[in-house]
């Protein structure tokens, strides 16, 4: 089992936040999604960061009863960054040592939404996304009308 790999950055001269290694590399690949549509480096620097937390054996859970791949979770997030998505992560929360729950909005021309994610980590990459509440079938609709 690999070590988890410790960062300490100050938000405030009174407080330190820690931030473990997968934590910084998520965030970095959320900040991605900053609204604006990509050009080709920033195409390569985002599949970069995506092979780096993703495992190649990732799994989403079933969107109407169909399960995502790790090579549609990446499409999708082509989707995305085509449409100019703007991600603003709204929580990150460790749970226990291998899961983190996530919340996020996504906003581009076709949607805004809530989405809420509990990750399995795995060698400190997401090997299996969970999702909460009704995302699904909101994901669904959204699926449905891109094909």
């Known amino acids: 089992m690999r070590k988890k ?6 938000r405030s001269s009174s407080m330190p936040v820690i931030m473990t290694t997968f934590e ?3 965030r970095q690949y959320l900040s991605i999604f900053d609204g604006e549509k990509i050009d080709g480096q920033a195409a390569n620097r ?5 092979n780096a937390i993703y495992h190649g054996n990732v799994q989403s859970t079933e969107y109407g009863g169909y399960p995502i ?6 499409h999708l997030h082509k989707i995305h ?3 100019g998505s703007k991600i603003t992560l709204i929580h990150f929360r ?3 040592l291998q899961a983190v729950d996530v919340k996020f909005q996504v906003v581009n021309k076709q949607e805004n939404t809530i989405v809420h994610n509990i990750l399995t980590l795995e060698d400190n990459k997401i090997i299996k996304v969970q999702t909460r509440e009704d995302y699904d079938e909101e994901m669904l609709d959204f699926l449905l009308q891109l094909a």
């Open 81 to 83: 960054l085509s449409l």
């Open 5 to 10: 790999v410790v960062h300490v950055v100050r």
């Open 94 to 96: 460790e749970e226990g």
């Open 69 to 74: 791949n790790r090579s549609q979770i990446e």
């Open 24 to 26: 910084q590399q998520y």
């Open 46 to 50: 985002s599949r970069e960061i995506f």
